[in-house]
């Protein structure tokens, strides 16, 4: 088939070099602009783009696309039978939509209709759900509404992070979207309408969405340390500066029978530093790193913090 690709980060790579083995061709790949990143905010080229780069395939990077002339000139000029997006995080207007015969066909990141958004890799995790997966589906005007092509499952282990989960899931809609464009050219796929009942957001995360909700149960707190890595991780205060946590660990009702009662008070024990947490449990922070300083572990921050039992975190 003749594609347009549209991509720009890490996720999307994966599918691009699939559709490239494959044997399709790309003749145009679409990315967002380099970005000024790191300390000397030097321009940085975007994963997507370097291996169009290394893969000679000519590349776009409009600031806008809804009123682009040229791009719409462009592609109308290349005629492709389908155009894939992957992670390119920009709305895709309704000429685009409309170009292609097959469509726009989208990879995402969850099993639709549930976490629809931004961050449908980190919600799921931070939800506590045992299994997700990746969609191909045809995009529409909507948010994640379009029809669903193609879906596979993939489990969540209790202690994997959404870091962990990203690479795995790229690898395996990589290889989803390569069957979807092979059912579509044979005509075998049927698209399935998704159940807006069943729908479930997945926003793009704030820093707020990274700060450790005592009230909550201890288990509820880890999972949403590992939905939020890398950013935005999992923090409070302390004294009234910010207290990242890097390791963090749950740790059954029944572990103390003193300490602490209200959600947020600090338990020390044997250089350990324990909070405690809503429904009676407790979270050990196991390695944190104050405003300002380096990561550690909590047994050194101990040794250089005035933290007693009884003091709270959270103000």
């Not at 045809?138 to 092509?149: A, F, K, P, S, V």
Request: aromatic share 6%; hydrophobic share 40%.
């Amino acid at each position: 088939m003749r594609l347009v690709f549209c991509g720009t980060p890490s996720f999307a790579v994966p599918t691009l070099k699939a559709v490239l083995r494959a044997g399709h061709s790309v003749e145009l790949v679409v990315c967002q602009p380099d970005r000024p990143a790191g300390r000397g905010m030097q321009l940085v080229v975007s994963p997507v783009k370097e291996t169009a780069n290394i893969a000679g395939i000519p590349v776009a990077q409009p600031e806008k696309i809804r009123n682009n002339a040229e791009l719409r000139a462009r592609l109308e000029q290349i005629r492709p039978d389908a155009i894939i997006v992957v992670a390119y995080g920009r709305i895709i207007p309704k000429w685009m939509l409309d170009l292609p015969r097959l469509g726009n066909l989208n990879l995402h990141g969850s099993l639709l209709p549930k976490y629809r958004g931004a961050a449908p890799i980190q919600w799921a995790v931070a939800n506590g759900e045992p299994v997700t997966g990746v969609t191909t589906m045809r995009l529409d005007e909507g948010l994640d509404t379009g029809d669903i092509l193609m879906q596979r499952e993939m489990p969540i282990a209790p202690d994997q992070t959404a870091t962990d989960l990203f690479p795995l899931l790229a690898e395996m809609g990589a290889a989803l979207m390569v069957e979807t464009l092979d059912g579509l050219a044979a005509g075998t796929l049927q698209p399935i309408k998704q159940d807006d009942s069943q729908a479930t957001l997945a926003p793009l995360l704030t820093r707020d969405d990274g700060r450790m909700d005592f009230t909550r149960p201890a288990m509820s707190i880890y999972n949403h340390w590992r939905g939020f890595q890398p950013w935005p991780g999992a923090w409070t205060l302390l004294a009234g500066k910010k207290l990242s946590v890097h390791r963090l660990m749950p740790l059954e009702p029944s572990a103390f029978s003193g300490g602490p009662a209200d959600p947020a008070g600090v338990r020390i024990e044997h250089d350990r530093l324990f909070v405690r947490c809503g429904d009676k449990t407790w979270l050990e922070l196991v390695e944190v790193q104050m405003e300002g300083k380096k990561r550690m572990s909590a047994a050194d921050f101990l040794r250089g913090h005035p933290l007693k039992t009884g003091d709270k975190l959270g103000v």
